[in-house]
């Protein structure tokens, strides 16, 4: 399962996201926001993040404005490693080298045709398990 989460400048972007989960068969849970009205970005990257270290959720999709700010508040949870991915090579680096379990993506920066392919990179790029990138996080998570 995939928390899905956005502000208002991630709302558009979110909307192409879900019709992408439904089309690949790929259950997700929408955690808001539900419109273009101003929120705040901190709470849903609260509320995604929670879902992903509790294990309800096996990874999150976060999305604002430009990814910036959720992805600095998602990062302040424990036991998360959001990554900021503009392009499909970081979305790939940051599975294989981090384990990422959260993607974050700038809704006004992406297009939604590049920002699937993103997030397809991303959701089917496993972690290399590798004892260098495995101590890494550890390291981080420290």
Known sequence: MIALGCDHGGYELKQEVIAYLKQKGIPFE???????????????????????????????????????GISIAANKIKGIRAALCSDCFSAEATRQHNDANVL????????????????????????SGDERHVRRIKLIEE
């Open 30 to 68: 929408d955690c808001g926001c539900f419109s273009t009205e101003a929120v705040d970005y901190p709470e849903y990257a609260r509320i995604v993040g929670r879902k992903v270290v509790s294990g309800e959720c096996e990874k999150g999709i976060l999305i604002c404005g430009t990814g910036i």
């Open 104 to 127: 974050c993506i700038g809704g006004r920066v992406v297009g939604p045709g590049l920002a699937i392919k993103i997030l397809d990179t991303f959701l089917n790029t496993p972690f």
